[in-house]
């Protein structure tokens, strides 16, 4: 089966510009995460979709992060305008649902200089 | 809300050495419990979970037992190798927060010859 795919892997930006990021998850998942991991730390939620409807956004910081899944198949994540601080690994998820059955994506390392 | 407290690292082990990484956690639910692993340049892996109290995972020779009187889900292995290098990151999930994965900081293991 193939896995969560993500893109692109390494992006490099100046701050205050904006960047998108790209998931495919697994066929068939209902529900996809998106989470944030700082280097050092571990992945935090940002924002939970249950097809294509938004099951928690509560950290997801919405004046300058925003993320779609149209169709209940893959999602994007975009950040306008960059911060330093947003520089992380941003993880991509899926699962079937009920807990059960998790799969990551590679991730998307950005680096805001 | 939900929280994981793991020890913090980092672990440096000799080979062959057994490993301990404590794990408690906070919960209004009945979480399922989660090991997950990142080795250096790779993305998360899943290692072990256990879904009710007293189940124990295991894989690869980790094990791991989920104890609700202590709240505890502590990593262990009788004899670590060298190849078990890496970032360990405790997580829970429950139906309250949708399933989405909670992690703790992570804890990074360092085994040398």
């Known amino acids: 089966e193939a896995g969560v795919a993500q893109s692109p892997r390494y992006k490099i930006i100046e701050k205050r510009q904006s960047v998108a990021f790209w998931c495919n998850p697994i066929s068939g998942h209902a529900t996809l995460y998106w989470y944030q991991q700082i280097l050092g730390q571990g992945p935090k939620l940002l924002i939970q979709?249950?097809?294509?409807?938004?099951?928690?956004d509560s950290q997801l910081p919405k004046d300058r992060f925003s993320a779609e899944r149209l169709k209940g198949v893959d999602s994007t994540l975009k950040i306008q305008p960059a911060k330093l601080e947003d520089s992380a690994v941003y993880l991509c998820a899926s699962s079937g649902g009920g807990g059960y059955g998790y799969t990551f994506g590679s991730g998307t390392r950005l680096t805001v200089v | 809300g939900d929280s994981v407290t793991q020890m913090e690292g980092p672990v440096t082990l000799s080979e062959e050495a057994f490993l301990t990484i404590n794990c408690t956690y906070t919960?209004?639910?009945?979480?399922?419990l989660f090991w997950y692993v990142q080795y250096p340049g790779e993305g998360l892996q899943l290692l072990l979970k256990?879904?009710?109290?007293?189940d124990k995972g295991s894989n690869k020779g980790f094990e791991a037992t989920y104890r609700k009187e202590t709240t505890s889900f502590h990593l262990e292995k009788g004899s670590v190798q060298v190849s078990d290098s890496a970032v360990y990151f405790c997580a829970l999930s429950d139906q309250g927060s949708g399933y989405a994965l909670n992690f703790g900081k992570g804890t990074s293991l360092l085994v040398t010859p």
């Open positions: 919960a209004t639910g009945y979480p399922s």
């Open positions: 979709f249950q097809n294509n409807g938004v099951v928690d």
């Open positions: 256990a879904t009710k109290a007293d």
